[in-house]
């Protein structure tokens, strides 16, 4: 059985639950120590548990349970843990279903680690600024036990594009770039148009580039966009045949 099944990393250090945990080189050295290098020739039992335990959490071990025999540190490591539920608390009221839906959808039952974490408060700030709130917070703590993640959703004002400061661009009218625009200045903001503006304009070779700035103040109560162009000559040349 895998869990009877135990790695020697060194001879200060056994992983029981498993044959093969799969450490790099130099995790290894951080757990084991290295003898060429005089820093790290012993590295003592509380310090290799130190960076042992986040090398198991980053591979989904939230529970492993540890023992210093002598000079031997046992790490008994247990099963990984899966994500089985999101709980979302403070959500704003009319996206909050659609967007708990959506994370579920896209992460229940993934291995529950670090990165994970970081991936489910990634999607959950697009899904909130995709939906006007440009100026969301979002916050998140682990229960390991219920193998669930909690999420805490801040500064949650909805706001529109507006009126925005858009930087002249030299000999061109202001509005011969209006078609780009996929949006209207009443329309609730949405990060995902503002990608598909700075894809436009690109295509288009008026300008090289262009990016958008984003202020938010008065602890999210005030937001602010504007926009600057990168101007330059073509990148790309054309070449045509015939008369």
Known sequence: LILHAKQEICSEVIVHGTRDLGLTDIEKRLVCGDKKVDAYKEIPAYQA???LTGFLQSRSYLNPRFEIDGEVLHAHIGEKSHLKEIEMLFGPGEVYDEI???LRRLYR???????LIDEVESEALSLLRQNGYACAKVESEVDVSREMIRLRFLRTKVFNF???ERE?????NENALARTYPFKYDQKFDEKLLRLNEKRL????VV???YYLEECLDE????????RFLVGPPRTLRFGVGA
């Open 49 to 51: 548990q130190y960076f």
């Open 100 to 102: 708990h839906q959506n």
């Open 109 to 115: 039952g993934k291995e529950l680690h670090p990165g």
């Open 162 to 164: 507006d009126e925005f």
């Open 168 to 172: 002249k661009i030299d000999g061109l």
């Open 202 to 205: 690109t295509r288009m070779e």
């Open 208 to 210: 090289q580039g262009t």
């Open 220 to 227: 999210g109560e005030t937001f602010k966009l504007s926009q």
